[in-house]
């Protein structure tokens, strides 16, 4: 079985998207990453657990929320909306932060998205309140940015990090 | 033509044709050609020639026997393109149940050019109940006087019109003048209720006088309205042209028909089901069908099937040319292949866990049957095998991209078909909360105005706890019309 990650119900293994929910389930596989921490002790991150593992190379990019070593696994081929869900509006991103303390952390609903296609990967913060940064610069909104492996990308205070092998 | 003793093609079945198919084929048949059951269609030498084969073929060992006998299939796999995709190349040998998806794409052979198409037989059965007074029954008649002028010289239409009876306005163009068939057709006035079967068994009967196997013969149904009672010999009557070499189209106008039952009559003859929302649409609907039927380059397209006993069928869905569910028993009626457009078919296997001894696994093994008119004998088969071979490592995979493509709107699809559930089960928080996530979905996907239905559609869900006409057909309808779009734009 494989649960889904946004909406808890449980799959058949083999299955793509989920059947109650419609998003996108990764690979039956547990995604691990390897990656160095030393990089991450900003003032606000100290000292944050780095996790010693390994990881597939495949066709996917991932994104490590920092704080928890939670993994989001995103297909290239594809665009996803960082943010977080809102009683008011049916917001469901796909990189939904609320879980990671996204409205104290200062996620916009939509606050950017990721786009991985054609080899490459861009990111572009969606004018968010608090904007995005990669390697702790701030970025325009409304225009695409690259972003290369090992960057760590900010949303409002929550730090990720992107990990992707081609 | 039928080939001299081939018992199989008696009963239109392929050689793999299970004991069930064989009986199933059987019935249907006895049922049109037994003269006394059948007034219209009864033969008896072809019903002798039926009782013969099935009597062969229903025994096993006579079967065996005669299988023996038959000479090999000629090769005709030139006749037809075929791509298949499966969401995995190496099955994992699970102790639990997994899913699979086969994407199969069918198309011409880029060698082979069209030169001429199949003249057409067509028929429209139009409804004239009361409720298409006004402007819509003169939009319906602007849009068959158009139609006319779209035809060839050698093409047949004849027109039926229903409410609870059934009347044939003309069959076939040569008997009548441009101006007179006009003259006809302006004549139609609205009365009476929506009986469908009046106006199909009617409009079947016209296209069984023209039938011709190297013809088109297809019929288009548009009707408003609901029929009462009359739903399952209608289906019958579909199942029974279908073997005819008839296809249906039918086109529903405005929010009060029954989807469910247009979409499975028209899913029994491999023809698909479009909704209208306003009346400005007709004439748009029938030039595109008139100008499908002209691009046929082989019909009757059907996939026969067995399956083995560890693999299910849970979902089998038409993506393109035409979008639609498809009947899960064989044989799969499927329509048509297009000069320029391929038929794209879907299917949701779900595998039992595997054995130890299970080595590889055959996930789909069938014939492809069809007809291509310009050829000398129109009737060809190809064989359609998917074996996958089976690891006891469970080793990560990407899934290729048009299944990817192809998966990504078809669960849009059917998270309203399960929200209807959802509602149909009085469940509807977890409605609520499907259509929401549905309508973030098509928001990314850049569909905003489906989007807006959706969550309008979802606040009116939770005060009166079920679909509105309006909003059900536009939903459905709506996201079903996604299905060819990724397909296409990705080659």
Known sequence: MIKCPVCNSEMLEGVIYCLDCGARLHSSVKIEATFDDSLIQTDRFKNVPGKQTT???????????LQTGQIFTLPFEDEYIVGRTSDEQPIFPEIDLTPFNGYQGGVSRLHATIKAKDSSVTI??????????????????????????GDIITFGNIKTRVLFYK | MVEPHDFYLELELSRNASQDDIRRAYHLAVRKYHPDVNKDTGNLEKFLHIQNAYDVLSDAQKRAEYDATLPPL??????????????????????EPQLLYILIELSKPEDITLTTTPPLNICLVLDRSTSMQGQRLSTVKNAAIELLHQLNQDDILSIVTFSDRAEVLFNGIPQLSPSQVETKISRIQTSGGTEIYQGLASGITELRRNIDKNRVNHLLLLTDGRTYGDEKPCLELAEEAALDGI?????????????????????????????????????NAFYNIISRLTEIYAKQLSFSFSLQSNVEISETYRLTPQ?????????????????????????????????????TLTVLDGELMFEISSQSNPKSRTPLHIELPVSNTNIPEYPP??????LSTFTLYRLQERA???????????????LNHLAT????????????????????????????????????????ALLPSRILTNP
């Open chain 2, 420 to 434: 209807k559930q959802d509602l149909a089960e009085g469940n509807t928080a977890s409605a609520v909360k499907r």
């Open chain 2, 247 to 283: 296809s249906i189209t039918c086109l529903g106008l405005g929010n009060n028909w029954n989807d469910v039952f247009l979409d499975g009559l028209a899913m029994r003859t491999g023809g698909d089901c479009q909704y209208l929302a306003h009346h400005q649409e007709i004439k």
């Open chain 2, 441 to 480: 979905h098509l928001k990314n996907q850049g569909q905003i105005e489906l989007a807006n239905t959706i969550v309008r559609e979802t606040e009116a869900i939770q005060k009166s706890h079920k679909f509105s006409q309006e909003g059900k057909m536009k939903i459905k309808y709506g996201t079903r």
């Open chain 2, 74 to 95: 000629p090769d005709q796999t030139n006749l037809l393109k075929i791509a298949s995709y499966s969401s995995r190349s190496t099955l994992p040998r699970l102790t």
């Open chain 2, 401 to 406: 991209l048009p299944i990817l493509n192809a």
């Open chain 1, 55 to 65: 990881i597939v190379p495949s066709q996917e990019i991932y994104l490590v929320v």
């Open chain 2, 323 to 359: 979008p639609g569910p498809l009947p899960l028993v064989s044989p799969i009626p499927l329509g048509s292949i297009l000069d320029k457009t391929s038929t794209t078919l879907l299917f949701e296997l779900k595998i039992k866990p595997l054995g130890k001894n299970n080595k």
């Open chain 1, 124 to 149: 572009t913060d969606l004018g968010s309140t608090n904007g995005t940064r990669i390697n702790n610069v701030r970025i325009e909104p409304n225009n695409p940015h690259p972003i290369n492996h």
